[in-house]
């Protein structure tokens, strides 16, 4: 089965500095990444997702992700982190399965990553 | 722009209940989606419907069933609700169920089982 895995609980970063979010994955086959973002009492909002292509993504809010097949990485980024970007993040993975001869697909989400981000 | 909405923010039920969480979307999307969201879990996937009246179990659905009668309605009932049942519920719901197509999500149900 597919995984994803975001090996940080929590990130800090100060305002004005770059940020990583980190999350690495494990497939069979060619892999369609995404990252979440969910802001405080509200819903996951869709960030970016890689599906081929380039290995940099770019997003919504400024985030882009990297894409690197060699470390089976999809860490995301932004260049100069805002305090209105605390949140928690979530990275997925496609995953296929059959029932009955009928092709589904599914996201499945890591565990979850907060950011806090200092003035 | 895509809207997903839940019948509550917030409820607070007994063990035994019977409870229905509601999610209503608006943009004539095929696929509807429950999760329930823990900390250190991230999301799981409860059940999907591809259509009207179609269902498909996710990775946790023991305890759960659903109900899609409507297009844009999509219902998750626990039958006898019980305090492991305790969790926050996230609807969602996406066009198509090609990787393409993104999930769009509701502002979630926090559901407390006493």
């Known amino acids: 089965a597919q995984s994803v895995a975001q090996p940080e609980d929590q990130v800090n970063v100060a305002e004005g500095n770059p940020l990583t979010v980190k999350c690495t994955y494990s497939v069979s086959g060619n892999p369609y990444l995404f990252w979440y973002v969910q802001y405080p009492n509200r819903g996951l909002q869709f960030l970016l997702k890689?599906?081929?292509?380039?290995?940099l993504v770019k997003g919504s809010y400024g985030f882009e992700a990297e894409f690197n097949k060699s470390q089976t990485s999809f860490h995301l980024k932004k260049p100069s982190a805002l305090v209105s970007d605390s949140a928690l993040y979530f990275c997925?993975?496609?995953?296929?399965?059959?029932?009955?001869?009928?092709?589904?697909?599914?996201?499945?989400f890591g565990t979850g990553t907060r950011l806090l981000v200092s003035p | 722009d895509v809207k997903v909405t839940q019948s509550s923010r917030y409820l607070v039920k007994r063990t035994g209940e019977k409870v229905f969480l509601e999610c209503v979307q608006d943009m004539d999307h095929e696929n509807m989606f429950w999760y329930r969201q823990d900390p250190g879990l991230g999301l799981r996937l409860i059940y999907f419907s591809y259509d009207v009246k179609m269902k498909e179990k996710g990775d946790i659905p023991e305890g759960y069933s659903v109900s899609r009668e409507k297009k844009e309605r999509f219902s998750l009932i626990l039958e006898s609700a019980s305090t492991n049942q305790t969790s926050m519920y996230l609807c969602a719901s996406s066009l198509g169920l090609a990787a393409s197509y993104e999930q769009y999500f509701g502002p979630g149900t926090r559901l407390t089982v006493t």
């Open positions: 890689y599906i081929t292509g380039d290995n």
């Open positions: 997925a993975v496609r995953d296929m399965f059959w029932e009955e001869n009928t092709g589904f697909q599914k996201l499945v």
